[in-house]
Structure formats: C-alpha cells, structure tokens
C-alpha cells in the first residue's frame, strides 16, 4: 500500500514586527495562527495519520537541541512531531503571545529542519514539509545558506513561506509567488526578503503572502481520499485490449463521523447501539431480526422480498469488466445524464499500453466523441454503464470516466412553454440586457492582479467546502471554550459566499437597466371573510334595516345550505359542457385523457343531437375548448389524432358541422404551439382544405307535381 502520510513542522515568528499591521486589519501573528488552526482542524477531523510539530522563534526562552551558548538564541521547540491532537490546538489558540524580542530566522529553520530529518528517520512519509511563518524583520547571518540549501534538497524537504510580498528584483528570477499590497519595509525586511528569495530559488520552494495565507491552505493539504488503483484491460471488441489502470480523480469530501456520537455527561463513557425489532400492535410484540424479511406493496397486499429471492433475480458480472460498446458524439451524452458523486481518470499502465492509448484518446478529441462503456468493478456485483472522454494536457493524456443513468433513472418532465402567451416573450432589449448581465457576472476573468493580468474568481480547487470549515470550526471552538458562543465564520470562507465587489460593481448598471426594462407590481388582493350572519340570509327582514342584518332565501340564497349541498362536477354536461370540462380538470386529480374522452362523447352527442344547426355552436366551442387545453396541458397528439378521426366522421354525416369548424380555423396543433408536436404549420393549415367543397347554399330541387287521385282510379 502506498504511503500517503505527511510530515509538517511549522515555524512561526513571534517576534514584535508580527504583532503591527495598518489600521483595521489584522496582525500577521493572527493571520498566521488562523492559518496553523485551519490546517490543524483538517488534519484532526480528518483523521488523517499526517504528523505535524511546532517551533517558535523570537521567544523569551531557549529550548531546542541545537542551543549552545549564543547560538540558536531566542528558539523554541513547543510541539515534537506526532499526530495532531486537542492539546496543541488549545496551545496554538490560547497559549501563543507575541514578544519584543527577534530570533534569526535563518538559524530557525535549521533548527526545524534538524527536528524533521531526527523525526523521521525510522518512519516513512510521502511529504515532508517547513512551512515558516514570519514576515523576515529580524536580523539573519547569511553564511550558511549553501549549506542550508545542499541540506534542504538532500533531505528532500520542500519549503513554503508565508510572510511579505517579495518584490521581483534585478538580481535573479523570482519563484512561484502571490504578490499583495503592504505596509512599508524595512531595510532590514527588504535584505531578508533578497535573502529568502535566493533561498528558494535554490530550493524551488513556494512563498505566499499574509493576503495570501489562507487560500494557500489548499496546497498544504493531503488528499482525503487515498488514491487506489484499479488495473483492468479496456477491451475495444473481441481481440483489442489496452491495459489500463484507473484512479479517483473527483469525489464529494463528506466529514467524518466517528466523532459524532457521545454522552454529554461524561464522553468518555462508550455508546453502544442497538436495534430491535416490534409487531405494529398494542403489545408492540419483539421479534428477531432472523424472523423478518423485506416486502414489497403491491396494491394493498404486501409481497415477501427476500435476499434469496433479490440474488436469484438479480443480474451480476462474471468477473471486472471495462468493455467500450459503442462509440457516439458527446453532445449525445448531456449534462444531466451525468450520474453519481464522482469522476475516474484512466492512463496507461505501461509504455506499451501508452501507445494505443494515446492514439485513443486523440481520435475521440479529433472526431469530437465519447466511447460508452459497460462497467463491473469486480465479479458478483451489477454491471454499471458510464462513458470515457478524452482530456489532453500539455504534461498529461488520460481518460475521463463518469457514470450515465438508465432509462428506469431518467426523470422526464414535460412543462408547458413560456412562449404560448405573447405576453410572456421578450423582446431583443430584454433579451440584450439579459446577455449583458450574464456577461458581466463572468467570474472566468474576474479577479485582476497588479500587472493588469485577468484570472478567475473563486476557483473550485482553492476553495475549502463551507459546511465542512464551518463544522470544523465550531467543533474546535465548542471543545477549547465551551461556555462561549460561536465565533464568526473565518474571513476567508465567508468571501466565498458573498459576490465578488468587483463584479458586483459591473452588475448595478445592468441591473438598473433590467429594472427598468422588466417592470414588476405588486398585486394584492383582499380577502374576504363570512359570517354565520353572511352565509344564511332571510328576505322577511325589513326593508330599512342595514345589509349586515338583513337576511335572504329563495332565489338571493348565495350560500349556506346551497353552497353546502352543491355537489363535485364529475361528468361533462350538455347545458354547460366547457365549464364542466375545466371545472374537472381544476381538480387536478383527474387524468387528462380520461377528460377528453369525456368532452369528446359530449361534443359527438351535441352534433348528433342537433336538430338542424342549433347546437353546433356549442359543439364548436367544446372543441375550442379541448384544442386550448391540449395546448396547455402538451397533448398535442391526443388533440391531432381526435381532431383527424372527426373530420373524417363529419364529412360523411354532418359536413355543416365541420364547415363551422373551418370557418373558426380549429385546426391541428403544429410545432409552433406545442413543440413536441410532429405536425408542422403548414400541415396544419392544409388540413383545413377540402376538396370540391361548395360553401354555397345548395341547389333548389323543383317542387313536387301534386298527384291526381283521379290517375290512380
């Protein structure tokens, strides 16, 4: 198994120059203890096996065992290597104060590089790690840095700073670096910042400014999720296959939750827990768990489901499996088909298998596919589908694998279009506006450094989660102050739940323009309440009493036993068909197939009932009424394929009826009202034509010749 523990020994100064800052911002000493709290809180939530040590410079006192006589004066040694544990955070948060003396912050990093090389030297870690904290106002002796550099490469240490900005001289190439504002320096600062410079160079380490401090945190932290390697062939047909090996490229950090479970009275007490099971009847009957198997309802009769039963059925892989089935465009594989919590990144397993792979990857960049790909992580397990996309960098090519759903995980919704009502489209201004603001909320270019240069805002890989920070934090504050309310929420992480000013400020004149251009009133609309003396009304009152008092019956009754006794419209009447018809389906509980069956049957009775064309206008509004609700409701098709077998029926028994149906233009639903909807808008018009159709009255037939009863004798 690969070891994945980290070794880290911080070096703080706590000299007088990291107790000053300009007004209305914190101390160095602060944002450096915040920063230390931070990692720690990490590490310890965690439960990571990373060992961390701590060493002071600039104290009052000498403790470290390198001291002898002038020589590492003013460095202490507060915390050996070892796990992070509650001690040390309670020392690091209560116990650390600033002093008025300085140490050289040379000769404390020798000293922290001496207690990393003694404490590790019969253990394996993965890191090693300095991380120094001071702001370099003390004096430092620059005779050893050779030494201190040959020391720092050989023992294969890597080195981080965060202190002051360091300003790109003349005199070498600067290191990776986070430049930021400050305070004016010192002679003795701007020495001990070329010093450092140099330093680094030599080792190839990091510095980052106090600004900086807390964002950098994300590069001092060890992955949660140890990264375990999956070897399996990926097989392209019968005979092809490339040895590959996968790793855990993304996935959601969840706390974790060993820690969660105590007894307030004395936590050091164990909680045992246990389940039993009960009958749902008076005496709640205990059962045994052996006794119980799951059941599925079908109906009101409940089916046993046993493990036996889910194993016979269930469908479960041979063995690994990693089988390319088809090839397809990506932008057949959406968005939201993407399942699960997390992404795998597939590379070669040997120089050989890199060849093919290669040539893989670039065919799929080039032709702008994906391959879909049955999955099994081991034999005995249900074979999952998922996708490989190609993703090419300058240093590396790999594959990309998420899962994708099946058809029973798809969720389809149909929604009616925000276009149907004119009303509701908006114009190319608003729409410009619209696009105006998306653009100036682009959080791609949002952040501007001091050489004019564009980067983005709150990139997801130097942004700590929220609810895990928060959580670490007001644990850590509950165990160290219990009796004191939580404190505020760190700066830091606070800015990643806030906008960005800078483009908060670009917003507002869209904003105000998008005001202006959407405008919104309030409607508000007045209740009304009734009475026992409102719902039961007596016309015998006399004439000259006020309305509260007076009291109706008979033909003014408007409520009480009335609207009582009123009963729940569930069929489609003849006197008022498009009113029963919407009436039921306001319900919403009815199915809207079923409905339209409804006013069809009703609608066909009216024509064929009618005596002449008395009820055809009538007939004419039911079906005006069924077009509008299929719009709304996208039953474009169940309208379509009712309207065609009317038409049909009509010409050859009631043509009148459907020459009034023409002249209203009731017609199919096309693609431009519905668009789901596989009829298009000229169909839809030549569906009104008819061939060889007089809208003329009909021809006259001659009377006819009374007959002579005297012919018939």
Same mark, same amino acid.
């Given at each position: 198994?690969?070891?994945?523990?980290?070794?880290?020994?911080?070096?703080?100064?706590?000299?007088?120059?990291?107790?000053?800052?300009?007004?209305?911002?914190?101390?160095?000493?602060?944002?450096?203890?915040?920063?230390?709290?931070?990692?720690?809180?990490?590490?310890?939530?965690?439960?990571?096996?990373?060992?961390?040590?701590?060493?002071?410079?600039?104290?009052?006192?000498?403790?470290?065992?390198?001291?002898?006589?002038?020589?590492?004066?003013?460095?202490?040694?507060?915390?050996?290597?070892?796990?992070?544990?509650?001690?040390?955070?309670?020392?690091?948060?209560?116990?650390?104060?600033?002093?008025?003396?300085?140490?050289?912050?040379?000769?404390?990093?020798?000293?922290?590089?001496?207690?990393?090389?003694?404490?590790?030297?019969?253990?394996?870690?993965?890191?090693?790690?300095?991380?120094?904290?001071?702001?370099?106002?003390?004096?430092?002796?620059?005779?050893?840095?050779?030494?201190?550099?040959?020391?720092?490469?050989?023992?294969?240490?890597?080195?981080?700073?965060?202190?002051?900005?360091?300003?790109?001289?003349?005199?070498?190439?600067?290191?990776?670096?986070?430049?930021?504002?400050?305070?004016?320096?010192?002679?003795?600062?701007?020495?001990?910042?070329?010093?450092?410079?140099?330093?680094?160079?030599?080792?190839?380490?990091?510095?980052?400014?106090?600004?900086?401090?807390?964002?950098?945190?994300?590069?001092?932290?060890?992955?949660?999720?140890?990264?375990?390697?999956?070897?399996?062939?990926?097989?392209?047909?019968?005979?092809?296959?490339?040895?590959?090996?996968?790793?855990?490229?993304?996935?959601?950090?969840?706390?974790?939750?060993?820690?969660?479970?105590?007894?307030?009275?004395?936590?050091?007490?164990?909680?045992?827990?246990?389940?039993?099971?009960?009958?749902?009847?008076?005496?709640?009957?205990?059962?045994?768990?052996?006794?119980?198997?799951?059941?599925?309802?079908?109906?009101?009769?409940?089916?046993?489901?046993?493990?036996?039963?889910?194993?016979?059925?269930?469908?479960?892989?041979?063995?690994?499996?990693?089988?390319?089935?088809?090839?397809?465009?990506?932008?057949?594989?959406?968005?939201?088909?993407?399942?699960?919590?997390?992404?795998?990144?597939?590379?070669?397993?040997?120089?050989?298998?890199?060849?093919?792979?290669?040539?893989?990857?670039?065919?799929?960049?080039?032709?702008?596919?994906?391959?879909?790909?049955?999955?099994?992580?081991?034999?005995?397990?249900?074979?999952?589908?998922?996708?490989?996309?190609?993703?090419?960098?300058?240093?590396?090519?790999?594959?990309?694998?998420?899962?994708?759903?099946?058809?029973?995980?798809?969720?389809?919704?149909?929604?009616?279009?925000?276009?149907?009502?004119?009303?509701?489209?908006?114009?190319?201004?608003?729409?410009?506006?619209?696009?105006?603001?998306?653009?100036?909320?682009? @959080?791609?270019?949002?952040? $501007?450094? !001091?050489?004019?240069?564009? /980067?983005?805002?709150? +990139?997801? %890989?130097?942004? &700590?989660?929220?609810?895990?920070?928060?959580?670490?934090?007001?644990?850590?504050?509950?165990?160290?102050?219990?009796?004191?309310?939580?404190?505020?929420?760190?700066?830091?992480?606070?800015?990643? @739940?806030?906008?960005?000013? $800078?483009? !908060?400020?670009?917003?507002? /004149?869209?904003?105000? +323009?998008? %005001?202006?251009? &959407?405008?919104?009133?309030?409607?508000?609309?007045?209740?009304?309440?009734?009475?026992?003396?409102?719902?039961?009304?007596?016309?015998?009152?006399?004439?000259?009493?006020?309305?509260?008092?007076? @009291?109706?019956?008979?033909?003014?009754?408007?409520?009480?036993?009335?609207?009582?006794?009123?009963?729940?419209?569930?069929?489609?009447?003849?006197?008022?068909?498009?009113?029963?018809?919407?009436?039921?389906?306001?319900?919403?509980?009815?199915?809207?197939?079923?409905?339209?069956?409804?006013?069809?049957?009703?609608?066909?009775?009216?024509?064929?009932?009618?005596?002449?064309?008395?009820?055809?206008?009538?007939?004419?509004?039911?079906?005006?009424?069924?077009?509008?609700?299929?719009?709304?409701?996208?039953?474009?098709?169940?309208?379509?394929?009712?309207?065609?077998?009317?038409?049909?029926?009509?010409?050859?028994?009631?043509?009148?009826?459907?020459?009034?149906?023409?002249?209203?233009?009731?017609?199919?639903?096309?693609?431009?009202?519905?668009?789901?909807?596989?009829?298009?808008?000229?169909?839809?018009?030549?569906?009104?034509?008819?061939?060889?159709?007089?809208?003329?009255?009909?021809?006259?037939?001659?009377?006819?010749?009374?007959?002579?009863?005297?012919?018939?004798?």
């Amino acid at each position: 198994m690969a070891v994945t523990k980290e070794a880290v020994v911080f070096c703080l100064d706590v000299g007088s120059s990291m107790n000053h800052s300009l007004a209305d911002q914190v101390t160095p000493l602060e944002t450096s203890l915040n920063a230390i709290k931070m990692i720690l809180q990490r590490k310890m939530f965690a439960e990571l096996k990373d060992e961390v040590a701590l060493v002071l410079f600039g104290t009052p006192g000498t403790a470290n065992p390198l001291a002898d006589g002038d020589q590492y004066e003013n460095i202490t040694v507060a915390r050996m290597l070892g796990l992070p544990d509650w001690p040390l955070l309670k020392y690091v948060q209560k116990e650390i104060l600033p002093s008025n003396l300085s140490a050289d912050w040379l000769d404390a990093l020798i000293v922290s590089m001496d207690l990393l090389v003694n404490s590790t030297k019969d253990k394996k870690f993965a890191t090693k790690r300095v991380i120094m904290f001071s702001d370099l106002s003390s004096e430092v002796s620059d005779d050893q840095l050779d030494e201190i550099s040959n020391g720092i490469k050989s023992a294969e240490v890597e080195l981080n700073v965060i202190g002051p900005s360091i300003v790109t001289g003349n005199d070498g190439e600067e290191p990776a670096c986070n430049v930021a504002p400050a305070q004016k320096k010192t002679l003795q600062q701007l020495n001990g910042e070329k010093l450092m410079k140099k330093l680094l160079a030599n080792v190839n380490g990091e510095c980052y400014s106090f600004s900086q401090a807390l964002p950098a945190l994300s590069f001092f932290q060890t992955r949660m999720v140890r990264p375990s390697p999956w070897k399996v062939d990926l097989e392209i047909g019968a005979t092809c296959k490339i040895p590959v090996v996968g790793f855990l490229k993304v996935k959601e950090c969840k706390p974790k939750k060993s820690w969660q479970i105590s007894y307030v009275r004395n936590p050091d007490d164990k909680i045992e827990r246990t389940c039993t099971h009960h009958l749902n009847d008076d005496a709640q009957t205990e059962i045994e768990k052996d006794d119980t198997v799951k059941g599925h309802r079908y109906g009101t009769t409940v089916v046993p489901f046993s493990k036996i039963d889910k194993d016979l059925l269930s469908y479960k892989a041979k063995g690994k499996c990693f089988q390319i089935l088809c090839f397809t465009k990506s932008c057949n594989v959406h968005r939201y088909y993407y399942l699960g919590d997390s992404v795998h990144s597939f590379v070669a397993q040997s120089e050989y298998s890199a060849v093919a792979l290669s040539a893989l990857i670039h065919a799929l960049h080039e032709t702008d596919m994906v391959a879909i790909v049955r999955y099994a992580y081991r034999g005995g397990i249900a074979p999952k589908m998922g996708f490989l996309s190609p993703h090419i960098k300058v240093d590396r090519e790999e594959l990309l694998f998420s899962f994708l759903p099946f058809m029973e995980d798809i969720r389809r919704f149909t929604f009616p279009p925000l276009n149907v009502n004119k009303k509701h489209i908006p114009s190319d201004e608003q729409l410009s506006l619209m696009d105006q603001l998306i653009t100036t909320m682009d @959080l791609s270019t949002a952040n $501007e450094d !001091e050489d004019g240069q564009r /980067s983005e805002a709150l +990139r997801p %890989k130097l942004m &700590f989660n929220p609810h895990i920070q928060r959580l670490y934090q007001c644990l850590q504050h509950r165990a160290l102050c219990p009796d004191e309310p939580l404190p505020e929420l760190y700066p830091v992480v606070a800015s990643y @739940l806030t906008v960005c000013e $800078e483009v !908060e400020a670009r917003c507002q /004149s869209s904003l105000e +323009r998008i %005001k202006k251009a &959407f405008p919104l009133e309030e409607k508000r609309y007045k209740k009304e309440t009734k009475t026992g003396a409102d719902v039961f009304h007596d016309n015998d009152a006399k004439d000259d009493e006020p309305d509260a008092k007076r @009291l109706k019956t008979g033909s003014d009754l408007v409520g009480g036993m009335e609207a009582l006794a009123k009963a729940t419209v569930t069929e489609v009447g003849t006197v008022t068909p498009v009113t029963d018809f919407r009436s039921i389906l306001s319900r919403g509980s009815a199915n809207f197939e079923e409905v339209c069956k409804l006013m069809q049957k009703r609608l066909l009775q009216l024509v064929m009932d009618s005596f002449d064309d008395q009820n055809f206008s009538k007939a004419v509004d039911c079906l005006r009424a069924l077009r509008e609700e299929a719009i709304l409701n996208h039953a474009s098709s169940l309208f379509n394929t009712y309207i065609k077998e009317l038409k049909t029926s009509m010409l050859s028994s009631r043509k009148p009826f459907w020459l009034e149906v023409i002249k209203e233009k009731l017609t199919l639903i096309h693609n431009g009202e519905v668009q789901t909807s596989l009829v298009s808008q000229e169909d839809s018009e030549a569906f009104l034509e008819i061939q060889e159709v007089n809208l003329s009255a009909p021809e006259e037939l001659p009377p006819d010749e009374p007959e002579d009863i005297f012919d018939m004798m």
